[in-house]
């Protein structure tokens, strides 16, 4: 059985087209995220699953039965759905515990007040307003307020993008560890591609069209991206083009095989930085040649930044990612291999 099934959904504000045929499916008990740049419909698309926007045409089905349909739009407080908002909107009259035992069904969930404050690490916090607590507790609050109605599916939109760079990391991984005990199927909207990686089995990537450019698990999306704006999506890349000869596209890092339904075509090339691997070397340099202009440690890797010659003899800047024990000098020569799993090759 499935969690959620959508089929064919579009839908306008306006007449502005905002989603376009979106199609996927989430098996139950496990986590899917909606990655996209803003404006790309993503919390739109929440809103239609909750039912707090009508469908215009397709369909939504949770747990098999349909929710939404043109011809029929079963209200959000009948599809057993928990939705945890970006404010995360907390009930500032009420205590912690208050704000726990407010869903509807509380009394039949199968989690307990105990249970669930000792799951968010909030032991000693029942008695507490939500204005006595710092972001990240509120936050687990109101995840936990979502959970302990037991739903069928859990929505949460972009729920870790008000807290800070250390407690996102933090909150980001209890919610890791609440979402699998508490075996409740979820989709998350995010705009970070790291974060989707990190908590989800599956993930579905959207662009400003409002379509769903590419679905699947996280390793499948990173390791064989479909095109270069799902290359993109997962970190800068350094970008080249030109034609396909004898099985193979030439840059000014070197010789990239290519794929044979691409012989003589125009195409697009992709390097990640870690793809870019560097050896220190004596001038002259054997083989492909690159100047260091700078290098800067960046926590677990080195940040170098490369000058080469194209075939034309102009400067092309590249950059590299290396262990963090290596920082070759400014001006120093290195010579450059390519690691072909990172790299990408699409037709024009």
Do not use: W
Not at 50 to 65: H, M, P, T
Not at 91 to 107: G, S
């Amino acid at each position: 059985m499935f969690a959620i099934e959508i089929e064919n959904l579009n839908h306008s504000i306006n007449n502005k087209e905002i989603l376009k045929n979106i199609s996927f499916k989430l098996k139950k008990e496990n986590v899917a995220c909606v990655l996209g740049p803003s404006g790309s419909g993503k919390t739109t698309l929440l809103k239609l699953i909750a039912g707090l926007e009508r469908v215009q045409s397709g369909f939504i089905k949770i747990n098999d039965k349909e929710v939404s349909s043109k011809n029929y739009h079963l209200p959000t407080e009948k599809r057993s759905i928990g939705f945890l908002f970006q404010d995360y909107a907390l009930f500032p009259h009420l205590t912690v515990k208050q704000n726990l035992e407010y869903p509807m069904n509380f009394k039949n969930s199968i989690h307990t007040i105990e249970d669930i404050i000792n799951l968010i690490k909030l032991p000693n916090s029942l008695n507490k307003y939500p204005h006595e607590l710092s972001g990240g507790e509120q936050q687990r609050v109101a995840l936990a307020r979502s959970i302990i109605s037991n739903p069928d599916l859990l929505l949460l939109d972009e729920p870790f993008s008000s807290l800070d760079l250390n407690l996102r990391e933090e909150v980001r991984d209890d919610t890791l560890h609440l979402l699998e005990k508490s075996n409740v199927s979820t989709i998350i909207v995010t705009h970070d591609p790291f974060e989707a990686m990190f908590i989800s089995n599956q993930i579905n990537i959207m662009d400003t069209t409002g379509h769903i450019i590419q679905s699947g698990t996280p390793a499948e999306l990173y390791n064989n991206p479909k095109n270069s704006y799902v290359t993109e999506f997962f970190g800068e890349t350094n970008r080249f083009s030109g034609v396909v000869n004898n099985s193979f596209i030439d840059t000014p890092v070197g010789r990239i095989q290519a794929p044979n339904n691409l012989e003589n075509k125009n195409v697009e090339v992709h390097i990640r930085p870690k793809g870019i691997k560097l050896n220190k070397q004596p001038t002259p340099v054997n083989g492909i040649k690159g100047t260091v202009m700078a290098s800067k440690l960046i926590g677990s890797f080195s940040f170098v930044h490369l000058s080469v010659l194209d075939k034309n003899n102009e400067i092309v800047h590249i950059h590299s990612h290396m262990p963090p024990d290596f920082n070759p000098k400014k001006s120093s020569a290195v010579e450059i291999e390519i690691d072909q799993k990172e790299a990408f090759i699409f037709q024009n």
